[in-house]
């Protein structure tokens, strides 16, 4: 029985060690100075391929601002983004998550509308989610501490006007 258990716990070990936690860093600088510029630089891990191909084919309506850049920096940041993107990434926890929580037929161009997300933010009370300190799931580095290094983690979370998040 011991030996059972130990070779279960190596076999866990082994497959979790390919695992890895949250989502890639960026090391991309263009990437971080040109769309860091404005809002936090989300990781290109946190939506598949064809959710950044939208998301990059309409820059003159980027979420109510126009993000329009050069056709070689388009170029640049797409290809990053392509090569970077959640699909390219599964052997990253939240980014195979996300994948696996889209349905087929959809593309969402906002991490935070994702049902993964909506999934891992359901028991916080929306008036957390939506007070001015924080204003909306899209906001991850209002809550999520380590946001900058991609920790995602609930040990991680502190919600403005509530506290440390205990699950």
């Given amino acids: 029985m011991k030996t059972l258990i ?5 076999n866990l070990s082994l497959f979790s060690n390919n695992i890895k936690k949250d989502v890639p860093l960026v090391s991309n600088d263009l990437y971080i100075n040109e769309c860091g510029a404005c809002h936090f630089a989300y990781f290109p891990g946190l939506l598949p391929q064809n959710s950044w ?35 390219k990434n599964m052997n990253y926890k939240r980014s195979r998550k996300i994948v696996q929580s889209i349905p087929k037929n959809k593309i969402y161009i906002a991490i935070s509308k994702t049902p993964y997300i909506h999934k891992k933010h359901k028991e916080i009370k929306k008036h957390l989610i939506t007070q001015n300190e924080v204003k909306g799931l899209f906001n991850c580095t209002a809550c999520h ?3 900058k290094k991609a920790i ?16």
């Fill in 6 to 10: 130990l070779l279960i716990f190596i």
């Fill in 53 to 87: 191909e939208k998301l990059m084919s309409d820059l003159e309506n980027h979420f109510g601002d126009d993000a329009t850049i050069d056709k070689k920096t388009f170029q640049t940041l797409s290809k990053f983004l392509k090569e970077n993107s959640a699909e």
């Fill in 145 to 147: 501490q380590g946001a």
């Fill in 152 to 167: 995602f983690n609930d040990d991680d979370v502190d919600i403005p006007n509530y506290g440390k998040w205990e699950d």
